[in-house]
């Protein structure tokens, strides 16, 4: 190779499992951020995991995240970008479309604890009420974690609308 690119064949043994791929994943996206970390200026760790079906990236500080912060931006719209183009490096690589999760300074992993709240929050006032409930337009990963907020609480669930606007609603039993 002299591009300076890896392939998945490359890289992975035939008939490679979930777990392998899933991990490698989050080997080429480290080296991606750490890069743009590098690029930036800034100073953070890159922590790796795989949950479900999906590699996890954090960047996470080291005591004051404030400077982290700038690449979450307003209402982790910077966040989303970064994600997209790490996804990116990570399809470069291997070829494939990779759903990969990114987290910057705990950001993610808060906005998950309080959609969950708000998935179980509305559920039970659906129950109470026999009305359905309508939420406020998220992005496809806070619907994501709020749909199973209610699927928890034993409730449906359904997205309606069109992006940038598409919102939950949930349905009574």
Do not use: N, W
Not at 24 to 43: C, N, R
Not at 73 to 93: C, F, K, N, S, Y
């Amino acid at each position: 190779m002299t591009d300076g690119t890896i392939s998945a064949v490359d890289t992975a043994p035939a008939g490679e499992g979930t777990l392998a791929r899933l991990e490698h994943e989050g080997d080429i996206a480290a080296d991606y951020l750490e890069g743009l970390l590098d690029i930036a200026d800034l100073d953070g760790d890159i922590d790796m995991d795989v949950e479900g079906d999906r590699a996890l990236v954090s960047i996470v500080g080291e005591g004051d995240d404030r400077t982290l912060l700038r690449l979450v931006g307003q209402d982790g719209e910077v966040l989303e970008a970064l994600q997209e183009l790490t996804r990116l490096a990570v399809h470069r690589e291997t070829g494939e479309r990779s759903r990969l999760m990114l987290d910057v300074a705990g950001f993610r992993a808060r906005k998950r604890a309080e959609l969950a709240e708000l998935g179980a929050d509305t559920a039970e006032r659906v129950k109470s009420s026999g009305e359905r409930v309508k939420l406020q337009p998220m992005t496809p990963f806070e619907r994501k974690v709020v749909h199973d907020a209610v699927a928890a609480a034993g409730l449906r669930s359904e997205s309606e609308g069109e992006e940038p606007e598409r919102c939950v609603v949930v349905l009574p039993a």
